[in-house]
């Protein structure tokens, strides 16, 4: 079968693969989308954390069932599915307390073994959702929005509070739109005016702010002078979240969605000062994907227009470069197979 594997450092490889195996309590899914997001935009360019070359990327997917060993699980061949993949251990003590999001021994597809940049994937018969109702499309967005719905959930967002999301992104845009879900103020903040544009279009945000204009006396003007209650950065840019400290409000929260490959420092005082409370959010739940899938159901996401940019299999490679540059005003890519 056909796959692309990332070799090294800006270096894809279209090449045949083996078939995958059949083992008790998986089935094998013949891959139809793959979305592209940071990480794999990151693993390519080599700031990516927890990775190793080569690699097959791809972890938001969907696609079919054509053979499975499990009749238990309620699948059956044929059945669309979503693909979790987050692979956890079952046992440690993340796991035990039912945060096999962040499981001591996690191993996430596309990125800590090979991924779903290929026809067909085994894959566990506890990681898959069935689809039933949602397309394609829909199907392989579950799992970054379930990213920035796992953040809300974790930020104990409640209606009435006011929300900053700082990054106007594929998982920024999440955030807000499921804040928005949950009754809250939306304010997005970015440096790029399309993308802010989007994020009032699209999520339904209640603000934008311009990160390049005094973003710090906009909010002031925008809360009364409060700050927002819940922040939360998904950008990736350590500068942006060093920056994130300045908006939260005293006795608020600061969710890091985003990732990044250095050290991130804060000035003690004001942080006590604030009594601000510090979470990172990493992956999602089942309970995150239910909910995305709640949403997409009420008509809160139109994928659509969440996808702005598509290619088969065989042109992903000429393509994914292009991604990486602003001016291509990708909010999020997708491969077709």
Known sequence: MRGIVCEQVEQFTMTELPEPVLTPGTAIVQVKRVGICGTDLHAYKGNQPFFSYPRILGHELAGTIVEIDDQASGLQVGDQVSVMPYLHCGTCIACRNGKTNCCTDLKVLGVHIDGGMRERICVPVTHMLKTEGLTLDQTAMLEPLAIGAHAVRRSQLQAGETALVIGGGPIGLGVAVLAKEVGARVIAL????????????????????????????????????????????????AKSMTDAFQYASHGGRLVFVGLVKVDISFHDPEFHKRELTLLGSRNATREDFDSVIRAMQSGAMDIDRYITHRVPLEEMIAHFPQWLKPESNVIKAVVEM
């Open 190 to 237: 970015d440096l790029n005016a399309e993308r802010l544009a989007f994020c009032r279009s699209w999520a339904g945000v209640d603000h934008i702010v311009s990160a390049m204009d005094q973003p710090l006396e906009e909010i002031l003007a925008l809360t009364g002078g409060e700050l927002p209650t819940a922040v939360f950065d998904a950008t990736g840019s």
